[in-house]
């Protein structure tokens, strides 16, 4: 099967930096697309933060825009996530999201990790 590792989450008072990283491994023939989401505390639903296409397009959340970049090395099967300027309101926990096909010619399929806890305070 295949199974999604992050990391790199943690405390971090306003304004300081963090990078997320997410490790895909199991049976992947190829990845498609990568994206990072969050949820807060409070919220029922998780929010796209950004997202990578398999050619490298990239979209972000407005809030994050200029702040966050995404970033993708397919050879290691990772995805990243740095994150400069923190804000309060960024502290969620951080899901990283794959959509891969497993074999040539197979459907698509969608993976969630098991998320990371990002904290923003002072």
């Known amino acids: 099967q295949v199974q999604l590792v992050e990391s790199g989450g943690g405390l971090v008072q306003p304004g300081g930096s963090l990078r997320l990283s997410c490790a895909a491994s199991?049976?992947?023939?190829?990845?498609?697309?990568m994206g990072w989401y969050r949820q807060a505390s409070g919220k029922q639903q998780r929010e796209l933060v950004a997202?990578?296409?398999?050619?490298?397009?990239?979209n972000y959340a407005g809030s994050v825009k200029g702040r966050f970049t995404i970033s993708r090395d397919d050879a290691k099967k990772m995805v990243y996530l740095q994150m400069n300027s923190l804000k309060p309101e960024d502290t969620a926990v951080y899901y990283c999201?794959?959509?891969?096909?497993?074999?040539?010619?197979?459907?698509?399929?969608?993976?969630w990790g098991q998320g990371t806890q990002v904290t923003v305070s002072s």
């Open positions: 999201n794959v959509e891969l096909r497993k074999q040539w010619g197979s459907r698509p399929e969608d993976y």
């Open positions: 199991g049976t992947i023939f190829r990845i498609l697309s």
């Open positions: 997202g990578i296409t398999s050619s490298g397009n990239t």
